[in-house]
């Protein structure tokens, strides 16, 4: 790590990859650097020329692995692994998206091979929103926890930005919604509860060859229940989702991924004074997540979605895909 600083190779140049790629760009950089970024589109990688010239261009995903200290995975899910496994097995660390990966026996495996050398690109785990719905929770502003609802819903899928990936997003080998949102609200669940398990659900595949269009499960967080469900067509929003969670004296509640709310004694809602918008406070939680991302690379305690936990939500999210709601598949 010269001058202390980190650097970060970037496997991956479409929406995931390019948004954390301006986000190093935008951190100090005695903190971290990028030092490059691949993808094996041609056009991807024309596009990084265009937009971020100064950010160097390797040959494969091998000469990222060599030049980074940590390298940040954000390929389709298929390819999660084996990008990790590299990265690993060249001495580096690795951040990855989500999901760990789409086998949940090879993503097992995965999870005893790593150890602590790697985490998973959650931001709830940085975000501010989050810390204040734990913050009244610390607080006993809900009295004793007692339930989680999670609602996701969806205009079409994939969402309009997603439309270059739909290719895979729509697909139901690696794509959906379950995996990409709702994997986020499980982990919010796991980190604030406890670990999940006790599913009892399924999916609804309407059209042959594309991905989930309704979920709805049961499950548990540590000791409490929790409901989910999900559809595509239900709602005129492009991106519609409330995380909720409810105790025996009030309830607090996470809306439209940053929005964070009490249940106040006369039924209403009150927002947290510094709410906002996602579009202002994703850049917030990004950099806090690099700074984990560097405590990660020098092997520093981290805040980060650990290894560990993204494989429980992974678990959970292909259960979920693997079962089935008869009354509604095509």
């Excluded at 084996?82 to 993503?107: I, Q, S, Y």
């Amino acid at each position: 790590m010269k001058n202390g600083s980190v650097a970060i190779g970037i496997i991956g140049a479409g929406i995931m990859g390019e948004r954390l790629l301006g986000a190093i760009l935008r951190q100090d950089p005695a903190l971290v650097g990028v030092c490059g970024i691949w993808d094996p589109s041609p056009d991807a990688m024309r596009r990084m020329e265009r937009n971020f010239p100064e950010v160097p261009r390797l040959a494969d995903a091998a000469a990222v692995i060599a030049a980074s200290d940590c390298v940040y995975v954000a390929s389709p899910p298929a390819s999660h692994l084996g990008h990790a496994r590299a990265a690993l097995a060249a001495g580096k660390t690795f951040f990855g998206e989500k999901p760990l990966a789409v086998d949940v026996a090879d993503a097992r495996a995965f999870v005893a091979e790593a150890g602590s050398r790697g985490a998973v690109n959650f931001p709830f785990a940085s975000s501010l929103a989050v810390a204040a719905l734990r913050d009244w929770i610390d607080k006993g502003e809900i009295g004793t926890p007692q339930r989680i609802h999670v609602e996701v819903g969806f205009k079409s899928w994939p969402r309009p930005w997603q439309a270059d990936a739909v290719a895979w997003l729509d697909g139901p080998a690696q794509g959906g919604f379950t995996r990409e949102v709702v994997s986020h609200f499980l982990f919010l669940s796991r980190r604030v509860v406890g670990p999940l398990h006790g599913l009892n659900g399924g999916a609804s595949f309407q059209q042959a060859g594309k991905s989930e269009r309704r979920i709805s499960a049961s499950l548990r967080a540590g000791e409490l229940p929790v409901t989910l469900s999900g559809g595509v067509g239900e709602t005129a929003k492009d991106d519609h989702n409330v995380w909720v969670l409810e105790g025996d004296r009030g309830a607090v509640r996470l809306c439209d991924w940053s929005i964070a709310e009490r249940r106040l004694p006369d039924g209403s809602w009150q927002p947290a004074p510094d709410a906002m918008p996602n579009e202002r406070a994703r850049p917030l939680a990004l950099k806090r997540q690099l700074e984990g991302v560097a405590r990660l690379a020098r092997g520093e305690a981290h805040h980060l979605a650990t290894i560990e936990e993204a494989f429980n939500v992974q678990e959970i999210v292909e259960a979920i895909l693997a079962g089935s709601l008869p009354s509604q598949r095509g």
